[in-house]
């Protein structure tokens, strides 16, 4: 009898459990809700807000575009609420300019502009056939966002919506869609960078599809500048390049007037696999490039200078090198002027985003650094990262000069800043007093001096570190020579090798 009592109490379940299981799938067949188009994308971040990310994550997890026939075509769609089956039904697709502008000018989108009409194209209607939904396409020129260096850094944003549905009605909200599109990510994705140039992913530099580092030095000297017992030959200048590791980083000038001698150095440099920093212009004019210096030769160009009078020679110049030699491996980066002082933060600002901005429509392939001196120039930390904050600057620097101390005193607030915005830091020009007597350090010394500044920079978040100043002869302190133990010392350093 106990038994039986048992074997009844389990069917007695199973039939109440079968019972509850037939009417929850006889639920799911109940047709409710009612009819209103919306546009999913507009929902991804669970009624935060209407944005939507492209891509929406790494590898092989970014699920909301696909790249085809030179075409990065950003998925979007139209969906009708209610479970009944209902009719087909067709909307118009829009690209609203108003909505696009207020979300740059809002700020809620870092480094935002708006996308340009000549990029992107949009279907415009798309119909939903024996179903609720229905999928299109925003379709974004994928070469121009791979080979225009200028859109580094940029989310391009685009406001999509959706009207005059032929049947039912519109939500009363997710019927516009404002997507994001990441240029840096798309580009972690599909970017083929040119072999051999050296490139940049936010706050790294990376060289052939691996991060790059160097620790190296800068020589006014190869630029045929400084006293004559100072100045390099060009076989010298070859041998010397010859005994450097490859694709190590060299700086030098690359003033108005000298352009010949430049292009003599740059064939060296693509012989044997070095890369210059190029220096265009310099701040305390030097070395013939007196443009807008009204004392003379290491007097500050004027705050007029770099208003408009930059505009008469050194543009054409700048524009003239960037587009002669865009094309060539050996250029690691321009950097558009040495140390600019004497000019208020917001003046240097416009003329480095315009200078900036030239240099990449002529030369889309290279870097762009800037040749900023440190925080202390500029009246503070925010003010150099706002002269920074252009689509067109890749690198901030840090003219360093500090001397025996290991770490500048001012480079955490240069660090910070660039990387606040996105951007690499360089550390150029450092400076230890070193010679067989008569100075802070013996060459050994030095050498081990500069060696502690070369680790701790690169430790800390510095891509290039640069001391200063190879010379053909040692003529005062801050100067050595190719034979000084320092330069057996940069050849050595593993991040050269």
Same mark, same amino acid.
């Given at each position: 009898?106990?038994?039986? $009592?048992? $074997? =009844?109490?389990?069917?007695?379940?199973?039939?109440?459990?079968?019972?509850?299981?037939?009417?929850?799938?006889?639920?799911?067949?109940?047709?409710?809700?009612?009819?209103?188009?919306?546009?999913?994308?507009?929902?991804?971040?669970?009624? +935060?807000?209407?944005?939507?990310?492209?891509?929406?994550?790494?590898?092989?997890?970014?699920?909301?575009? !696909?790249?085809?026939?030179?075409?990065?075509?950003?998925?979007?769609?139209? +969906?009708?609420?209610?479970?009944?089956?209902?009719?087909?039904?067709?909307?118009?697709?829009? /690209?609203?300019?108003?909505?696009?502008?207020?979300?740059?000018?809002?700020?809620?989108?870092?480094?935002?502009?708006?996308?340009?009409?000549?990029?992107?194209?949009?279907?415009?209607?798309?119909?939903?056939?024996?179903? %609720?939904?229905?999928?299109?396409?925003?379709?974004?020129?994928?070469?121009?966002?791979?080979?225009?260096?200028?859109?580094?850094?940029?989310?391009?944003?685009?406001?999509?919506?959706?009207? =005059?549905?032929?049947?039912?009605?519109?939500?009363?909200?997710?019927? +516009?869609?404002?997507?994001?599109?990441?240029?840096?990510?798309?580009?972690?994705?599909?970017? %083929?960078?040119?072999?051999?140039?050296?490139?940049?992913?936010?706050?790294?530099?990376?060289?052939?599809?691996?991060?790059?580092?160097?620790?190296?030095?800068?020589?006014?000297?190869?630029?045929?500048?400084?006293?004559?017992?100072?100045?390099?030959?060009?076989?010298?200048?070859?041998?010397?390049?010859?005994?450097? @590791?490859?694709?190590?980083?060299? %700086?030098?000038? /690359?003033? @108005?007037?000298? !352009?010949?001698?430049?292009?003599?150095?740059?064939?060296?440099?693509?012989?044997?696999?070095?890369?210059?920093?190029?220096?265009?212009?310099?701040?305390?004019?030097?070395?013939?490039?007196?443009?807008?210096?009204?004392?003379?030769?290491?007097?500050?160009?004027? #705050?007029?200078?770099?208003?408009?009078?930059?505009?008469?020679?050194?543009?054409?110049?700048?524009?003239?090198?960037?587009?002669?030699?865009?094309?060539?491996?050996?250029?690691?980066?321009?950097?558009?002027?040495?140390? #600019?002082?004497?000019?208020?933060?917001?003046?240097?600002?416009?003329?480095?985003?315009?200078?900036?901005?030239?240099?990449?429509?002529?030369?889309?392939?290279?870097? +762009?650094?800037?040749?900023?001196? /440190?925080?202390?120039?500029?009246?503070?930390?925010? =003010?150099?990262?706002?002269?920074?904050?252009?689509?067109?600057?890749?690198?901030?620097?840090?003219?360093?000069?500090?001397?025996?101390?290991?770490?500048?005193?001012?480079?955490?607030?240069?660090?910070?800043?660039?990387?606040?915005?996105?951007?690499?830091?360089?550390?150029?020009?450092?400076?230890?007093?070193?010679?067989?007597?008569?100075?802070?350090?013996?060459?050994?010394?030095?050498?081990?001096?500069?060696?502690?500044?070369?680790?701790?920079?690169?430790?800390?978040?510095?891509?290039?570190?640069?001391?200063?100043?190879?010379?053909?002869?040692?003529?005062?302190?801050?100067?050595?020579?190719?034979?000084?133990?320092?330069?057996?010392?940069?050849?050595?350093? #593993?991040?050269?090798?």
């Amino acid at each position: 009898m106990r038994n039986s $009592i048992k $074997i =009844n109490g389990l069917l007695l379940l199973f039939m109440l459990s079968a019972g509850l299981i037939f009417t929850a799938c006889n639920e799911e067949k109940i047709e409710y809700g009612e009819g209103l188009i919306y546009m999913p994308q507009a929902t991804t971040t669970g009624g +935060v807000s209407t944005l939507y990310t492209v891509p929406s994550g790494g590898g092989e997890m970014t699920y909301n575009f !696909k790249a085809e026939n030179g075409k990065i075509n950003i998925m979007l769609g139209v +969906v009708r609420s209610g479970t009944f089956e209902g009719e087909d039904y067709t909307v118009d697709i829009v /690209a609203l300019k108003d909505q696009t502008d207020q979300l740059v000018a809002s700020g809620k989108v870092r480094n935002a502009v708006a996308m340009p009409d000549h990029i992107y194209s949009l279907p415009a209607k798309v119909t939903a056939t024996n179903s %609720r939904e229905a999928t299109f396409y925003l379709s974004v020129d994928s070469a121009t966002l791979i080979n225009d260096l200028s859109y580094t850094g940029q989310n391009m944003v685009l406001a999509v919506g959706i009207a =005059n549905p032929t049947r039912y009605a519109l939500s009363e909200s997710n019927t +516009v869609t404002m997507v994001v599109l990441n240029i840096d990510a798309i580009r972690d994705h599909f970017f %083929r960078y040119k072999e051999g140039f050296v490139y940049r992913k936010g706050t790294q530099l990376f060289l052939d599809g691996k991060e790059y580092k160097s620790a190296s030095f800068s020589s006014f000297q190869f630029s045929g500048c400084g006293d004559d017992n100072e100045i390099f030959s060009m076989p010298e200048i070859d041998a010397i390049f010859a005994s450097l @590791p490859d694709d190590i980083m060299v %700086r030098t000038w /690359a003033f @108005p007037g000298s !352009k010949e001698h430049t292009g003599q150095l740059i064939k060296l440099a693509e012989k044997n696999n070095i890369k210059l920093v190029l220096v265009l212009g310099n701040g305390r004019s030097f070395c013939g490039h007196i443009d807008g210096a009204v004392d003379g030769e290491w007097s500050s160009k004027t #705050p007029e200078w770099y208003t408009d009078g930059y505009k008469t020679d050194f543009l054409p110049y700048v524009k003239d090198m960037a587009s002669t030699y865009k094309d060539s491996p050996a250029i690691g980066m321009w950097e558009i002027i040495n140390q #600019p002082v004497d000019v208020d933060w917001r003046v240097l600002k416009t003329f480095m985003n315009n200078m900036g901005k030239a240099i990449k429509d002529a030369d889309p392939n290279h870097l +762009v650094s800037s040749g900023t001196w /440190a925080p202390w120039a500029y009246n503070g930390e925010g =003010n150099l990262k706002e002269i920074h904050d252009s689509h067109y600057i890749d690198v901030g620097t840090l003219q360093e000069g500090d001397h025996d101390i290991v770490k500048s005193w001012h480079y955490d607030a240069t660090n910070s800043a660039m990387k606040q915005i996105g951007k690499v830091t360089m550390v150029s020009e450092i400076e230890i007093k070193g010679s067989d007597s008569g100075c802070d350090y013996t060459k050994e010394g030095r050498m081990n001096r500069v060696k502690e500044k070369y680790d701790f920079y690169l430790n800390n978040g510095t891509s290039v570190v640069m001391v200063s100043t190879l010379s053909r002869t040692a003529t005062h302190c801050r100067t050595f020579t190719p034979d000084d133990p320092l330069m057996d010392m940069i050849k050595a350093y #593993p991040a050269n090798n």
